[in-house]
C-alpha cells in the first residue's frame, strides 16, 4: 500500500484547484451548477468549457501526446476528475468522444484514424455519439440488427437507434452495425465512424423524464458511407466494443464520486438550519451510512486506478464498481426527497438540484449496462458460476 | 501510487492461511462450549507465536515483526476466514502496547507464555484522583487464559489512551456467548495502575479495523463455500447457480466484500500514515473518518453476506452440523464489538454535519495530496 501522491502529483492537483477557482463559470456551484435551462444555450456552454480544460492541459490526460494528450498517468487522470468533480463543474458536451470513441480508436484504431480522430475529440471540432442501443437491442447489445451492406467502395447502413446521446449535436457517430447476418450474433458485428451530415440520417429528439432532451431516436435509410471507416476489422466490432466498455464502465467518470459528495454536502448544509433533521438519530443514522459508502466509493476508485497504473488489469471489477456507485447514488436522492420533505414535491425553487437529480437518478441503474446486467457480469465472471 | 497488498504482503497472509488451514476443524456438538475446544485453541496459539504474528505490531529492536496495521489486516483477514477460535487480533493489539509500556514482560508475550488479551467489549472509565484507577465492567474472550488486559481509556470524545491492567487470577463470570469459539467472560475492573503505564494509541480504533478486517475474512468464508455449493446443488434438474434469482444475491454479496475490502486496506493503510505523522492533526482526522467508514460497513455488510449465505443454501446452512452458523456467530460477535454501526454511523453523521459546514467542505481536502 502506497496511498500517497508524489510532489509532482500534489503540484498538478494544486495547479488544477487554482485554475478552477480563475476559469470556472461564474456563480457555478450550488443550485445553478446544471447550467442553463436552454438546451442550445447549455450545448455552447459545455462546448466552450470542455476547450478552455483542453487548452489547460486538463484532457486527454492519460493519452499519448502524438495523438493530442497530455502523456501523463491514471493518476493525473485520477485527481483531474476529483477536482473537476468536487466542484460540480460541468461534465462537457463530448462524453462519448471522450469516453468511449477516442479510447476505442486509441486501442483499436489505425495510426491515421488516431492521429485524425483523437485530437478532434479534445478540441471539441468534433461532437460524437454512439449508435448502439435499439429498439430490440438493449440489454441484449449483440441483437443489434441495423445493417451495413456493401457496395462497391461504400457501406449501405439502414437500421435504427435509440437513447443516442448528444445525436442532437454530434457531427459523428460511432455505429454498431450488423455486416454478416450468416454469423452467429457475437460474430458478424462491425463498428463504424459515421458522418452524420451523411444523407440518409435522421435525429428526432427524445423528451427525458427531466424534461430535458439529450437523447434520441437516429434513423439509417440509405445511408451510404466510404469503405474504410470501420474501426478494428470487419465482422469484429463486438470485441472491440466490449472488451473496452468494461474498461470505461470503470475509469471514464471518476469524477463521479466527488461530484456525489459535492451534492451530499449540499444537501447537508440545507438541512443544517433544521435541527429536527439533524438531530434526528434516523437522519443521523443515514447520514452516517451515505458518508462511508460515499468514502467506500472513492476507496474502490483508487483501488481500480492502482490495478491500471501498476499494470494489472480491469475486468468485471468494473461491474462492481458500477452497481455500487449507481444505486449509492440512488438512494442518495431518495433520502434527499425524505429529508427535504413535503417542500421536494411543491415547490422547486432553491430544492431544484435535488430534484433533477432525483429524477435523473432514476437512469443511472439502466445506462451503461443496467444492474441485472451486472449483476450477471459479476455472478459468472468473478464468481464462476455457470450462465 | 498502490493500492493494494504488496506481494510480501500477500506472502504473510498465505502463510497464515496455510498455518491456520491445517488446524483440526471446529466441530461443535450443540450445548458444547469453548472449553471443549480448548486443544484447537491452544494449538492455534502456538501456531501463531511460531509465526511472530503476536509482535506483528511491535518494532524489530524490541523482538517484533516491526511491521503494521496493513499486515495486521491481512492477517486478521485469515484468523477471520478462519473462524480462528483464539483472540488473535486482542492479542496482536495488546502486544502493540504492552512494547510501549511494559518492556519487562514483552518477551514473556511475544513468546506466548504470559498471553494478554482485550476486551469484546465494556466501558471503562479512569478517575486520577488521589489515585490513577482504572474501572468498570468488561467481556473479555479466554479470560481464564489472560495474564493480562488491554484498555482502551476514554479521554474526551475519542479514546486515545491505552493501558495494560495485569487481571492476577481474576477470572470473572463465565457468560453465554453468541460465537462459540468465543469464550468470554464478564469481569468486574478496579485496578490502580502508574500514570507513566499510559501511552497514547488508539488501541480502539486498531481494535476496530481490525475486527472489521476478520468480519471480511469471514465475509469472504460464507461466500466462497455458498458459491461452491451453488456450482453444485440441482433442483428442476438444474445447477441452482444458473438461476438469476440466487445468481443476483450472490452478484450483491460479492459487490459488498470488495467494498469491505476497500474500507479495511484504506483505512489500515491511514491507520500507518497518521502513525508516522503524530503532529498532522489532517492525518489523524482522515485515519479517524476511515476507520469509522470501515467498521460501520463491514458490520453491517459482513452480517448481511452470511446471512444471504444461509438463505441461498438453504436448509442446510440451518443445521448445526454444516458449520456455516460459526461464522455467522463470528460476524455476529464482531460486528456487535468494538462500536456497533449504529454507534460509528453516528460518529460519522458528527464528521460529515461539521465538515459540510465549514468552507471547503467534505470533499475540501482529498487524502491524496
Not at chain 1, 239 to 258: H, K, M, P
Not at chain 2, 313 to 318: M, S
Request: proline share 4%.
Amino acid at each position: 500500500m502506497d496511498i500517497d501522491l508524489t510532489p509532482q502529483q500534489q503540484s498538478f492537483r494544486r495547479g488544477l484547484r487554482q485554475w478552477l477557482d480563475d476559469n470556472l463559470p461564474e456563480n457555478w456551484g450550488g443550485p445553478a451548477y446544471l447550467g442553463p435551462d436552454d438546451d442550445e444555450e447549455n450545448a455552447v456552454l459545455q462546448t466552450l468549457w470542455e476547450r478552455r480544460l483542453y487548452e489547460a492541459g486538463y484532457q486527454g490526460v492519460a493519452w499519448p501526446k502524438a495523438y493530442g494528450g497530455q502523456g501523463l498517468t491514471m493518476v493525473e487522470q485520477l485527481i483531474v476528475s476529483e477536482e473537476l468533480g468536487r466542484r460540480a463543474a460541468p461534465e462537457g458536451i463530448n462524453t462519448i468522444g471522450k469516453e468511449l470513441v477516442a479510447p476505442i480508436i486509441l486501442a483499436a484504431g489505425t495510426e491515421e484514424q488516431k492521429r485524425h480522430y483523437v485530437p478532434r475529440i479534445l478540441t471539441v471540432e468534433d461532437i460524437w455519439c454512439q449508435g448502439f442501443s435499439e429498439p430490440d437491442a438493449g440489454s441484449d447489445l449483440a441483437g443489434v440488427r441495423t445493417r451495413a451492406e456493401r457496395d462497391g467502395e461504400e457501406w449501405v447502413i439502414n437500421g435504427q437507434k435509440v437513447w443516442t446521446s448528444f445525436a442532437f449535436q454530434a457531427n459523428w457517430c460511432i455505429l454498431l452495425a450488423r455486416t454478416n447476418p450468416d454469423k452467429p450474433k457475437h460474430k458478424g458485428l462491425t463498428l463504424f465512424l459515421v458522418d452524420m451530415k451523411t444523407p440518409g440520417i435522421e435525429v428526432r429528439p427524445l423528451v427525458q423524464i427531466t424534461g430535458r432532451k439529450e437523447f434520441n431516436e437516429v434513423f439509417f435509410d440509405n445511408v451510404r458511407i466510404p469503405a474504410g471507416m470501420n474501426v478494428g476489422a470487419i465482422d469484429d466490432g463486438w470485441n472491440v466494443s466490449v472488451n473496452l466498455l468494461g474498461y470505461e464502465r470503470a475509469t471514464a467518470r471518476l469524477y463521479r464520486q466527488a461530484r456525489f459528495m459535492n451534492e451530499f454536502e449540499q444537501l447537508l448544509r440545507k438541512l443544517d438550519a433544521r435541527p429536527e433533521i439533524t438531530g434526528n438519530p434516523y437522519y443521523r443514522q443515514q447520514i452516517g451510512r451515505f458518508y462511508a459508502e460515499l468514502g467506500i466509493l472513492r476507496q474502490l476508485n483508487l483501488k481500480t486506478v492502482s490495478r491500471i497504473v501498476n499494470g494489472d488489469g480491469i475486468g468485471a471489477e468494473a461491474s462492481v464498481v458500477k452497481l455500487f456507485w449507481s444505486e449509492l447514488h440512488q438512494r442518495i436522492e431518495d433520502f434527499a426527497f425524505e429529508a427535504i420533505g413535503p417542500a421536494f414535491v411543491t415547490d422547486s425553487k432553491d430544492i431544484e438540484r435535488f430534484r433533477y437529480n432525483f429524477l435523473q437518478s432514476r437512469a443511472v441503474t439502466i445506462y451503461a449496462g443496467t444492474s441485472q446486467v451486472q449483476r450477471n457480469i459479476i455472478a459468472e465472471r468473478m464468481l464462476g458460476l455457470p450462465r | 501510487m498502490r493500492c493494494d497488498f504488496s506481494a510480501e504482503q500477500k506472502m504473510l497472509a498465505q502463510s497464515v492461511r496455510r498455518a491456520l488451514e491445517s488446524l483440526e476443524t471446529t466441530r461443535l456438538q450443540p450445548g458444547e462450549t469453548a472449553d471443549q475446544i480448548r486443544p484447537t485453541a491452544a494449538q492455534a496459539k502456538d501456531r501463531l507465536v511460531d509465526l511472530g504474528v503476536f509482535g506483528l505490531l511491535v518494532p524489530e529492536d524490541q523482538g517484533g515483526l516491526g511491521l503494521g496495521m496493513v499486515e495486521a489486516v491481512a492477517v486478521a483477514m485469515e484468523t477471520g476466514r478462519a473462524a480462528l477460535p483464539f483472540p488473535a487480533i486482542e492479542s496482536i493489539v495488546a502486544t502493540a502496547v504492552a512494547a510501549r509500556t511494559r518492556a519487562d514482560i514483552l518477551s514473556d508475550v511475544l513468546d506466548g507464555s504470559a498471553y494478554v488479551t482485550a476486551p469484546v467489549h465494556g466501558e471503562l472509565s479512569i478517575s486520577d484522583a488521589p489515585n490513577t484507577v482504572v474501572a468498570g465492567t468488561v467481556n473479555l474472550p479466554f479470560a481464564s487464559e489472560a495474564k493480562y488486559m488491554l484498555a482502551s481509556l476514554k479521554n474526551g470524545h475519542d479514546r486515545d489512551r491505552s493501558v495494560l491492567i495485569e487481571l492476577n487470577g481474576q477470572r470473572g463470570e463465565a457468560t453465554d456467548a453468541i460465537d462459540l469459539t468465543y469464550g468470554s467472560s464478564r469481569l468486574e475492573i478496579a485496578q490502580t495502575i502508574s500514570g507513566n503505564e499510559i501511552v497514547d494509541m488508539r488501541s480502539d480504533a486498531m481494535l476496530g479495523i481490525l475486527a472489521a478486517a476478520e468480519i471480511v475474512g469471514a465475509a469472504e468464508h460464507c461466500l466462497d463455500r455458498t458459491v461452491a455449493y451453488l456450482k453444485e446443488r440441482k433442483q428442476f434438474g438444474k445447477v441452482i447457480g444458473t438461476f438469476q434469482g440466487l445468481k443476483h444475491i450472490a452478484a450483491d454479496c460479492c459487490m459488498q466484500l470488495e467494498a469491505m475490502k476497500a474500507s479495511v486496506e484504506y483505512a489500515a493503510a491511514l491507520f500507518d500514515r497518521s502513525a508516522a505523522r503524530p503532529d498532522d492533526a489532517r492525518a489523524a482526522s482522515e485515519a479517524e473518518t476511515a476507520y469509522h467508514m470501515a467498521k460501520a460497513y463491514c458490520s453491517e455488510a459482513g452480517l448481511k453476506i452470511a446471512e444471504q449465505c444461509i438463505q441461498m443454501h438453504g436448509g442446510i446452512a440451518f443445521t448445526w452440523e454444516y458449520g456455516l452458523h460459526l461464522h455467522f456467530r463470528r460476524i455476529t460477535r464482531l460486528a456487535g464489538s468494538h462500536g456497533t454501526a449504529y454507534a460509528h454511523r453516528e460518529s460519522l453523521a458528527a464528521r460529515a454535519l461539521a465538515g459540510a459546514a465549514v468552507a471547503g467542505g467534505l470533499a475540501a481536502d482529498p487524502e491524496l495530496g
